[in-house]
């Protein structure tokens, strides 16, 4: 394994398409997986994600820093929050999300986001 490695997402090692409203570029590097979503105005996990994940909610742990934008987060339990730019947030499987307005969200996940709207 090396000492060093740099990728950037401008050449992602994959890019994962939502259902509508966004997609998610993805770097490998020394074996983790990050992503960075871009969440169109509109995007919701139920109609973009679902589809794709098969489950109610999402069971992705997320720990991610919010770039651009804003998304609210609904736990199953009904507690909730709304993230904006700069904004770091640890999300616990079991939630669903939307994005607020009509700015695009951009969220740099650094969870457990091996999986995450990876379809087949």
Known sequence: ???IEAKSFDSPD??????????A?????????????????????TEDIKPIAG???????HFGYCVSGRMRIVMDDGSETEIGPGELVEIAP???????GDETCVFVD???????AASG
Not at 14 to 20: A, I, K, L, S
Not at 25 to 43: A, I, K, M, T, Y
Not at 55 to 61: N, R, V
Not at 94 to 100: F, K, L, T
Request: hydrophobic share 35%.
């Open 1 to 3: 394994m090396a000492g």
């Open 14 to 23: 994959e890019t994962r398409q939502f259902q509508g409203h966004g997609h």
């Open 25 to 45: 570029e993805v770097l490998e590097v020394q074996g983790r997986v990050v992503l960075r979503s871009v969440f169109e105005p509109g995007w919701k996990w």
């Open 55 to 61: 489950t109610d909610s999402c069971q992705t742990h």
């Open 94 to 100: 079991g939630h669903d999300a939307e994005v607020v």
């Open 110 to 116: 650094f969870g457990d986001v091996s999986n995450y």
